[in-house]
């Protein structure tokens, strides 16, 4: 099975906690055209990370390269969730089962349902046991 | 040659300081009969020749300062005759009057004398062709060096600093084996040579550098070796003690200072009093033979540490490990010495930050805050919280071994942090002492 599709590129970036730094990204992905389809800020002690999703993940990278982020490139996994109680808790779960590790998770919503973005430890194992079960995974292609 | 006067520089350590408190005595009162300044001083500290009954009564000395020479400008503290001087060196004073140094033929003669030794040490001598690439005339370390390298036999190119191209020339039709000159120049030199498609490690006969006059550090001598194909040996002196004097032996561990030349203390910057030993701190120098300036406790405001340990080359003469800094850079954090210079060589060994870096001081309570401003290196970016933290925390440990001072760390995004042309300004003190 190619697992790769459901790889999805999400761009990292470090950023000190100091206002203007996501106006900055945001700024600088409008005036590329890029769509930012979900964002997370983690913050700790003193500096943070922003994560963001886009729809053309290459001119975002170089962009914001070149206005001097640090950036990286993360895989992630995006699951679509059953819109019911107890949706979040199956996939973690069944992932934990697995001896799966889940990094950090956010979700956001799109139209009528909720997706949640995953960064597992094992991103092929997760891949293969969630669409074994049946899970809904998002395509790379269907979003970038 | 292994040693160039083994008598003296294999000489027994008790005989040694037999010998310098005989220089001492002698030195104590010559300068109370004949120099003016320095018996208004004694007399001003109530201290007489007779009181001095072995070395460590030094202590009973007062200080001298480079301030005193600006203010006796211009030859105040000249203790000789003007007929009795060969030379004079004047130092440009970055503030205010400048210095002047004058030599009687001795203290040519022990300047010389002193630096021999030190080549000799390095390994360099007869059959060598020596670059001479530190400025000739007022300054003191073209003529230093060139006299030094004549004494021991090796021939002299004076080429001093500037014409870069020409002097690279030089280098190769007259087969140069060994350079003075500062490591910043060294550096221009290579990257001068590099674009006249000249490869000094392989196009060129040059295996040898002794540099100083400004700090540097083991990166730069690594980088050095590795780029240049050239070993560099630190060298110590200031005009007011004559010039360059001091220069690394073969196992490049800090530079032997000669003892029949010198008396060495390292001062405690917070108490004035000796250190002993191994300790860091202002080093200050009594110059046992010089005759034209005396120099008798001189405050040089750098930073160092004396290591008493026999050195494997088998000179008995102890050695000052590389200056680390100015004691005007210093800074006290809950009562310990901290010196920018040692933040610096502490993250050039981290490969996870950059090498600009910043240190806010806060009072909270009675405590310091330290806190050092970092750029994370591209390399060491991980998305994941935990690890950048894992990388804070790396780096606070490697600073706290560094510097025995707990220090917060904090990470920055790279390019954010001041660039510094010239004398870098990265302390912001919000002490209100
Ligand atoms: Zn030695």
């Known amino acids: 099975m190619n697992c790769e599709q459901y790889m999805i590129r999400q761009i990292s970036l470090f950023s000190e906690n100091k206002p203007g730094r996501l106006a900055a990204l945001a700024k600088a992905c409008q005036e590329e055209n890029v769509n930012i389809l979900a964002f997370s800020i983690a913050e700790a002690d003193g500096f943070g990370v922003i994560r963001v999703l886009v729809d053309k993940p290459d ?55 909720a997706i949640l973005i995953l960064r597992v430890d094992k991103v092929e194992e997760a891949i293969k046991l969630l669409l074994s079960h049946s899970f809904t995974l998002i395509a790379t292609d269907s979003i970038q | 040659m292994r040693c160039w006067d083994p008598r003296i520089e294999e000489m027994p350590k008790e005989e040694l300081q037999k010998l310098q408190f005989k220089l001492l005595k002698t030195l104590i009162y010559k300068v109370y009969s004949f120099s003016p300044f320095y018996h208004k001083r004694m007399k001003e500290a109530a201290v007489h020749p007779d009181d001095i ?46 210095t002047v140094v004058g030599y009687t033929k001795n203290d040519i003669y022990n300047w010389s004398e002193s630096l021999a030794r030190g080549l000799t040490s390095a390994g360099i001598g007869r059959g060598d062709v020596m670059q001479v690439s530190y400025g000739y005339g007022l300054f003191t370390g073209g003529l230093g060096l060139h006299y030094g390298a004549e004494r021991i036999g090796a021939t002299v190119l004076p080429t001093s600093v500037g014409n870069t191209e020409r002097q690279i020339e030089l280098m190769q039709d007259l087969r140069v ?24 490690k392989n196009n060129t006969l040059l295996r040898k550098a002794i540099v100083g006059a400004e700090p540097w550090s083991e990166q730069m001598r690594i980088r050095i070796r590795d780029w240049l194909g050239v070993d560099a040996y630190d060298v110590y002196g200031t005009s007011e003690l004559s010039g360059p004097l001091f220069c690394e032996c073969e196992y490049q561990q800090g530079f032997h200072v000669w003892s029949d030349l010198i008396y060495p203390e390292i001062l405690d910057p917070d108490t004035q009093e000796p250190l002993p ?12 033979q010089k005759d034209g300036l005396p120099i008798i406790r001189y405050r040089t405001g750098d930073i160092t540490t004396i290591r008493e340990e026999p050195c494997p080359c088998g000179r008995t003469h102890p050695r000052l490990e590389r200056l680390s800094g100015r004691v005007d850079d210093m800074l006290i954090i ?100």
């Not at chain 1, 962009?63 to 019911?84: C, K, P, Q, S, Y």
Request: proline letters at 4%.
């Open chain 1, 59 to 113: 001119v975002a990278f170089s962009r914001l390269t070149a206005l001097g982020f640090n950036v990286a490139f993360t895989h992630v996994i995006a699951v679509l969730m059953r819109d019911e109680p107890g949706g979040l808790f199956e996939i973690a779960s069944k992932l934990s089962d697995a001896g799966i590790n889940i990094d950090y998770s956010y979700a956001f919503s799109g139209k009528n349902k």
């Open chain 2, 53 to 98: 009954t072995c070395l460590s009564d030094i202590k009973r000395l007062p200080f001298m300062f480079k301030k005193d020479l600006r203010d006796t400008y211009p030859d105040g503290m000249i203790m000789s005759e003007q007929e009795e001087l060969v030379r004079y060196h004047v130092s440009s004073g970055t503030t205010g009057k400048p």
């Open chain 2, 177 to 200: 084996t060994a350079i003075a000159c500062t490591p910043s120049y060294l550096l221009h030199m290579g990257e001068v040579a590099d674009k006249m498609g000249v490869s000094i």
């Open chain 2, 277 to 288: 030993p191994g300790k860091r701190g202002e080093l200050v120098v009594t110059m046992l």
């Open chain 2, 334 to 433: 809950r009562g310990i010495n901290v010196f920018p210079s040692q933040i610096e060589h502490a993250l050039l060994g981290i490969p996870d930050v950059g090498e600009h870096f910043m240190i806010e001081i806060d009072r909270k309570g009675a405590l310091d805050e330290m806190l050092i401003k970092v750029e994370l290196a591209k390399e060491a970016f991980s998305d994941k919280i935990a690890d950048l933290i894992h990388t804070k925390k790396n780096v606070e440990k490697t600073l706290k071994n560094a510097l025995n001072v707990q220090v917060s760390v904090e990470l920055t995004e790279p390019g954010t942090l001041p660039r510094f042309e010239g004398k870098a300004k990265r302390v912001i003190d919000r002490r209100l002492i």
